[in-house]
Nanobody
Framework: QVQLVESGGGLVQPGGSLRLSCVAS????????MGWFRQAPGKEREFVAT????????VYADSVKGRFTISRDNAKNTVYLQMNSLKPEDTAVYYC?????WGQGTQVTVSS
């Protein structure tokens, strides 16, 4: 049974930072790309960032480029999303994705 567990969400003021983590268990994912998606209320789930298994290839959505950083630690089966200069429009539930597996999501709210 594969499980992805996200953590690190919360309430933050505009301009603030948060670091999300996603730990995978039940299998080894070092050969797969890992990614983050988000879904705001009333909107479809959208791509945020992805990182290849080696970390050598990283892609960001234009909306987060320059503000968010994705990284991974294969020894810990963990992917991270460092989010800086947060904006109210970043408010969403953030989901971790590996292969066909999804986490339960972690809420990020950016508000003053």
């Amino acid at each position: 049974q594969v499980q992805l567990v996200e953590s690190g969400g919360g309430l933050v003021q505009p301009g603030g930072s948060l670091r999300l983590s996603c730990v995978a268990s039940g299998s080894t994912f070092s050969s797969y790309a890992m990614g983050w998606f988000r879904q705001a209320p009333g909107k479809e789930r959208e791509f945020v960032a992805t990182i290849s298994w080696s970390g050598g290839r990283i892609v960001y959505a234009d909306s987060v480029k320059g503000r968010f950083t994705i990284s991974r630690d294969n020894a810990k089966n963990t992917v991270y999303l460092q989010m800086n200069s947060l904006k109210p429009e970043d408010t969403a539930v953030y989901y971790c994705n590996i292969h066909t597996y999804w986490g339960q999501g972690t809420q990020v709210t950016v508000s003053s």
